[in-house]
């Protein structure tokens, strides 16, 4: 069972930046595929971002593409997320979530059912 935990949400104005790490606690981290999606009030879980297991191939939602970067260091076991130019349809909790993916290091996936693990997730404001 692999656990994930977020970290880095809060409050900031429109205009600002946050960023996100998602921790895993699992020796194979390399081995997995990450994303972050995100859900506010009366909305489905949608997708932000995701990564490869090898950090070579990302993938974003439109709404969010060239202000947010998704990053990883399997060293750490750490996936990120840099969250630029927020404004309040950011406003949502973000969940990171992983999925093995030891067959092809290049494979990102940006439905939620693809995923296995989902961590607690981390709120975030943004404030107009």
């Known amino acids: 069972q692999v656990q994930l935990v977020e970290s880095g949400g809060g409050l900031v104005q429109a205009g600002g930046s946050l960023r996100l790490s998602c921790a895993a606690s699992?020796?194979?981290?390399?081995?997995?595929?990450m994303g972050w999606f995100r859900q506010a009030p009366g909305n489905e879980r949608e997708f932000v971002a995701a990564?490869?297991?090898?950090?070579?191939?990302?993938a974003y939602a439109d709404s969010v593409k060239d202000r947010f970067t998704i990053s990883r260091d399997n060293a750490k076991n750490t996936v990120y997320l840099q969250m630029n130019s927020l404004n309040a349809e950011d406003t949502a909790v973000y969940y990171c979530?992983?999925?093995?993916?030891?067959?092809?290091?290049?494979?990102?996936?940006?439905?939620?059912?693809?995923?296995?693990?989902w961590g607690q997730g981390t709120q975030v404001t943004v404030s107009s």
């Open positions: 699992t020796r194979t981290f390399s081995l997995y595929a």
């Open positions: 990564i490869s297991r090898s950090g070579g191939s990302t």
């Open positions: 979530a992983g999925a093995e993916s030891p067959a092809r290091p290049r494979l990102t996936m940006i439905t939620p059912s693809q995923y296995n693990y």
